[in-house]
């Protein structure tokens, strides 16, 4: 296998601000699983939220820190500004409907790329696609809020926007093996693997755009995915050797990671496909407990009381002293 042989997009980190308000949306609006309940291996005071289909299969997954005293991020160059999902073909009526309902924002639908969709801002203005697109049906679960005929299926690009796209375009085609598929005015697409819904990442050249700031309602960094730990391992080997800085693997419990700093700003992440969210949990209960990695259990009363309170989708309710 070569390097650059990614599969897609692994996941989206993101920070937000209310714990709770995340919740209701990603999993109430968006009808996504909490795959996972955490918190941030550096940080024990932070819940780490992890939501997907019904497995967390690796594509499908968006990831928030609830940083509640960080202020407000500014989307600009060197961010993803737009992380789009899959959503089944002729059920854009039904999320707008959906969406109306709750008397959430969007813009008029358009089409992009040959696909119809629209934008919304999620409750700290992270931006957000819902697009009509061609995808393997998302594994559902017991108790799941939306039918699988309008169920997001995975995310389906994500992107990136630039000052100038030139030298993030060359590490995309270079050794992370992407290919360009496409531009349609300021915007580059490029595909990587096997292509399609998942595998998207959007390159828009925004000279006049102010740099991105972090923050709640901005992207952390994006996932791409890796098949094992060999692959991940000769990717980093070539990533140095081409003379960028890469982090030594970390384990993430559900994955393993190395990061990486495109030349345009944002941060990439190579995570592993496996071990994968079902390996402290049952598919049953998947994002039902506070899982808490082996560093942090022998502390767990403390870190629970220090935790804001949460109530999950199942009713469970976590932190403040509970859970
Ligand atoms: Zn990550």
């Not at 939306?146 to 085609?173: F, K, Q, Y």
Request: one cysteine or more; proline letters at 8%; aromatic letters at 8%.
């Amino acid at each position: 296998m070569a390097p650059g042989d990614l599969q897609g997009i692994h996941h989206v980190t993101a920070i937000c601000g209310d714990a709770q308000r995340n919740v209701d949306f990603y999993a109430g609006v968006l009808g996504l699983r909490v795959v996972k309940l955490t918190v941030n291996f550096d940080d024990p005071t932070t819940y780490h939220l992890y939501y997907g289909d019904g497995v967390g299969s690796p594509g499908s997954i968006i990831t928030f820190f609830p940083y509640v005293d960080s202020g407000p991020g500014r989307p600009g160059v060197g961010q993803v500004t737009t992380t789009s999902y899959a959503i089944p073909l002729g059920s854009l009526d039904a999320w707008m409907a959906r969406l109306a309902e709750r008397t959430i924002d969007f813009d008029a639908p358009t089409e992009a790329f040959g696909c119809r969709q629209i934008t919304l801002l999620d409750p700290d203005r992270l931006r957000i696609a819902l697009v009509e697109a061609e995808a393997p049906a998302a594994s559902g679960w017991e108790g799941a809020p939306l039918a699988p005929d309008i169920a997001i299926r995975r995310i389906h690009s994500v992107r990136l926007a630039e000052e100038a796209g030139e030298s993030t375009a060359r590490l995309l085609t270079g050794l992370m093996g992407f290919r360009e598929t496409g531009t349609e005015g300021t915007v580059r697409q490029y595909e990587v693997g096997s292509g399609g819904s998942g595998t998207i990442v959007e390159v828009q050249c925004s000279p006049d755009l102010p740099p991105g700031r972090g923050g709640q309602g901005s992207v952390h960094h994006v996932a791409f995915r890796t098949p094992d730990d060999a692959h991940q391992f000769a990717l980093r080997a070539a990533l140095l050797a081409d003379g960028r800085n890469v982090s030594p693997i970390m384990d993430r419990n559900y994955f393993r990671s190395i990061y990486f700093r495109e030349p345009g700003g944002v941060l990439f992440e190579v995570a592993t496909d496996p071990p994968g969210f079902l390996i402290d949990e049952t598919d049953a209960d998947l994002g039902t407990h506070l899982k808490l990695p082996a560093q942090y259990e022998p502390h767990r009363e403390a870190i629970v009381r220090r935790l804001p309170p949460l109530r999950l989708p199942n009713g469970v309710e976590i932190g403040g002293g509970a859970g």
